[in-house]
């Protein structure tokens, strides 16, 4: 079936350090975003991406739609990046008009 | 410009009652669709509305539904409660929806249902 597959799992980095997370999708997509959700649950969004590369400041992500995956760079982390981070998508085929999302990789980031 | 706006952010109920949940989209958006995320089934598509109209609906029971008034507002109603309806429920608002890959959405902050 349709899926979204994030990697890692969890993260445990020291601050400043650099990471990259993973998306891998089942199929062609119309819409890919970033979000980081916070404490308090809201999902914030970090890229609207379908294709291509895009950057803001210390965040950058990059989606290769060929070949069905898209990362999410972060360079220099600080102890505010730790949280979880979702990769969700819109399917280009008919499964339902819907965001479908990742289960998340889980970002600790230590002082 | 304000975000999504979610109204009540936390709510406790008991099992059989039913809940209504409001969702004020960012002014101008048309689309309002609703997620559920659970610690066992994490997000999860339950509806979108787009101008006033129910265009896909997710895998979940009759006891959801939902509704978009003229001004865009959406309310979601989840009708005799149960233990597995606690969750955070997250709408997100966009300018043209989800159909056809739909446009970058936007999320509110989320009402927590406690059901007890």
């Known amino acids: 079936g349709i899926q979204v597959e994030q990697s890692p799992p969890d993260l445990i980095l020291q601050e400043g350090a650099n990471s990259t997370l993973r998306c891998n999708f089942s199929d062609s997509v119309n819409n890919l975003q970033w979000f980081h959700q916070n404490p308090w649950g809201q999902l914030i969004n970090l890229f609207y991406i379908p294709s291509g590369t895009k950057q803001n400041g210390r965040l950058s992500a990059t989606t290769v739609a060929t070949e069905r995956y898209s990362l999410l760079y972060i360079s220099s982390s600080q102890t505010t990046d730790s949280g979880v981070y979702f990769c969700?998508?819109?399917?280009?085929?008919?499964?339902?008009?819907?965001?479908?999302f990742g289960a998340g990789t889980i970002l600790r980031v230590k002082s | 410009k304000a975000g999504v706006t979610q109204t009540p952010r936390y709510l406790i109920k008991t099992r059989g009652q039913q809940v209504t949940l409001s969702c004020s989209p960012i002014s101008g958006h048309r689309s309002v669709s609703w997620y559920q995320q659970t610690p066992g089934q994490g997000l999860q598509f339950l509806f979108e509305?787009?101008?006033?109209?129910?265009?896909n609906k997710g895998n979940f029971p009759g006891r959801f539904s939902g509704r978009q008034f003229s001004n865009s507002r959406s309310e979601m109603n989840v009708s005799t409660l149960e233990l597995g309806d606690s969750a955070l429920y997250l709408c997100?608002?966009?300018?043209?929806?989800?159909?056809?890959?739909?446009?970058?959405?936007?999320f509110g902050p989320g009402t927590r249902l406690t059901v007890l």
């Open positions: 509305y787009f101008s006033e109209t129910q265009r």
């Open positions: 997100a608002s966009s300018l043209m929806g989800l159909a056809g890959g739909g446009a970058e959405q936007f």
């Open positions: 969700a998508v819109v399917f280009r085929r008919e499964y339902g008009n819907k965001l479908v």
